[in-house]
C-alpha cells in the first residue's frame, strides 16, 4: 500500500488541494517579487513546517519576470514546547540561520499562524539583528486564538479552527509529505 493510501484512513476531511495551494504560492510570489524588485531577498524559513513552502514559494518567486535581483534560501529549525496541538510560544531553537541577517531583506516563511507566539518570538529574535527589511510569511492562518498581535505580510489561506495536517505539517511527526491540506479524524488523537 502507497503511505497516501495509508494515511487515508486517519482524514476526515480535505481542506486545499495541492492545486488550490500551488495557486496560494503563486499568487503570494506574485506580490513578495514585486515587493522585492531588483533587490537581493533572503528567504528564512521556520522548519520543519516550512519546508515545502519554501520549496515552492523560492522557485515560484523565481519565475516571476521583474522580481528581486537574487534569492537566498535559509532555515532555521525551532520547536514550540506545548500540548500535542497547540504551543505554548516557549520557543526552543534547535538550528539556527547559517547566512547573516543584519542588514538583509529578509522574508520569514512559516506555513501555519495559530496563536501567533512562534511568530512573534522569531519576529524579536530576528529584529535584533537588525534586518534592514524583516516582513513575515505565513501559507496558513488560523487567526481564531491569537495571543499576540504579529503584523502579516504574506497570508496564503484561511484555516478552519481545526488541527490541520499535509504539506509540510505534521501531527506527532507524521502526515508531513501528505501533498494536500486535511483535517485528521478525531479518533487519531487519542489513539
Ligand atoms: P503558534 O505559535 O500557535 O502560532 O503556532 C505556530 C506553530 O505551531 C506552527 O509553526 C506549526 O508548527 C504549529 N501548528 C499550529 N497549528 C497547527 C496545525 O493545525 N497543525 C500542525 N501544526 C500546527
Ligand atoms: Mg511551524
Redesign the pocket.
Known sequence: MKIEQAYEGSIERKIYSSDQIAATIDRLAARIAADFTGQPLLLLG?LK?ALFVVADLSRAVGRVSGGPSEITVDFLCVS?YGNA???S?EVRVLKDTGEMVTGRNVVVV??????????DYLRGLLEERKPAVLRTCVLFD?PYHRQADVRLDYVGLQ?PD????GYG???QELFRNLPYLAQLKPWVFSS
Open positions: 521556520v513546517g514550540s496541538t497547540r504551543s510560544g512559516e506555513d501555519i499562524i495559530d496563536n501567533g507566539l512562534t511568530l488560523k484555516c481545526e488541527f490541520v495536517v505539517l505534521d501531527y
